[in-house]
C-alpha cells in the first residue's frame, strides 16, 4: 500500500470535509458540513492565507483520502 501526500484543491473538499467529520466523529462530536466546506473553499481559493495537503492511499484504480493536514 502505498500513500501519497500532495497540496489539496477545491476539487478535494468533500474528501477533506469527510475526514474531519470522522475525526469529530471519534469524540462523539457532530461537525455541520455546510460551514465546514465553505470553510475549507475559501482556504483553498485564498493561497495567502495558508494551504492544505492530503494523504491518499494508492489502490487500483484510484486513491482513497486517509488523512490531511
Same mark, same amino acid.
Given at each position: ?10 476539487? &478535494? ?11 469529530? %466523529? *471519534? ?5 455541520? @458540513? =455546510?460551514?465546514?466546506?465553505?470553510a475549507?473553499? &475559501? ?11 492530503? %494523504? *491518499?492511499?494508492?489502490?487500483a484504480?484510484? @486513491? =482513497? ?5
Open positions: 500500500m502505498a500513500i501519497e501526500i500532495r497540496p489539496a484543491g477545491v476539487e &478535494d473538499v468533500p474528501a477533506l470535509v469527510g475526514l474531519m467529520q470522522a475525526f469529530y %466523529a *471519534e469524540s462523539e462530536l457532530l461537525l455541520p @458540513a =455546510a460551514p465546514a466546506a465553505r475549507f473553499a &475559501d482556504l483553498l481559493s485564498a493561497p495567502h492565507a495558508g494551504a492544505v495537503w492530503l %494523504a *491518499e492511499r494508492v489502490v484504480g484510484g @486513491a =482513497a483520502a486517509v488523512g490531511h493536514v
